[in-house]
């Protein structure tokens, strides 16, 4: 597998929450939560960024949420939706709203699917094709992958999944043409969709800002 390296060009992010038994109360029971965050690059290799997994409250859950948000800027946030977390999503946005932090939330159901179900079905196939890339130091992650062989899936390996299932399947249009340069193809794609020439080269700049954004965010971190 290859080595995780900060320097890698991610085309996108996606996190995911999986808030097991979580209430919006203050003062709410200590359960087992995770949170997991994924990058893609235009190999459609899948990087793991960070994962957390942790029994803590409602607050503490929510904390880790808005942080890893603020830390990483994923375009979409999943959130498991369930029956009775049917007010943690509006506990949340309410909090992001209050702590002036874009929150960008997608509910995720699963209706009758097993967590089992779920890892071999999204997980498993990226995994089997060398694609999910995951830094040495992530013991605990690999140690939870490897529980999930014998039939038990933790929390943290769920979330993981739910990650890895927000990745667009047709995420990089513009490079689906290797004998083109990148800022050529982003050209062709958009002036196939009619985009007027000043919207373009203002994409264009939007997206080598964000590229920029988050080469500089890697280093900065050093994946500790």
Not at 187 to 213: C, D, K, S
């Amino acid at each position: 597998m290859e080595e995780f390296t900060p320097e890698k060009d991610f085309r996108g992010i996606r996190a995911a929450a999986d808030p097991a038994g979580s209430r919006t109360q203050q003062n709410a029971a200590r359960s087992e939560m995770a949170i997991a965050c994924v990058a893609w690059d235009r190999l459609s290799r899948i990087f793991v960024l960070e994962v957390w997994s942790e029994q803590t409250t409602t607050t503490g859950f929510t904390d880790k949420v808005l942080e890893i948000q603020e830390r990483w800027r994923p375009g979409a946030f999943g959130l498991e939706r369930a029956s009775q977390q049917s007010h943690l999503e509006e506990h949340l946005l309410l909090e992001a709203r209050r702590r002036n932090i874009f929150l960008p939330l997608v509910p995720v159901e699963h209706g009758n699917q097993s967590k089992y179900f779920r890892v071999e079905s999204i997980l498993q196939p990226v995994h089997a094709e060398g694609r999910l890339i995951i830094g040495d130091h992530m013991y605990e992650l690999k140690e939870a992958l490897g529980e999930t062989r014998h039939g038990h899936v933790p929390d943290v390996v769920d979330a993981l999944a739910m990650a890895v299932s927000l990745v667009p399947a047709w995420s990089t249009p513009e490079v689906t043409d290797m004998t083109l340069d990148e800022s050529a193809q982003l050209r062709h794609f958009y002036h196939l969709r009619g985009t007027r020439p000043a919207r373009v080269a203002e994409r264009i700049a939007q997206i080598e800002e964000r590229r920029a954004w988050l080469v500089k965010k890697a280093e900065s971190l050093r994946f500790r």
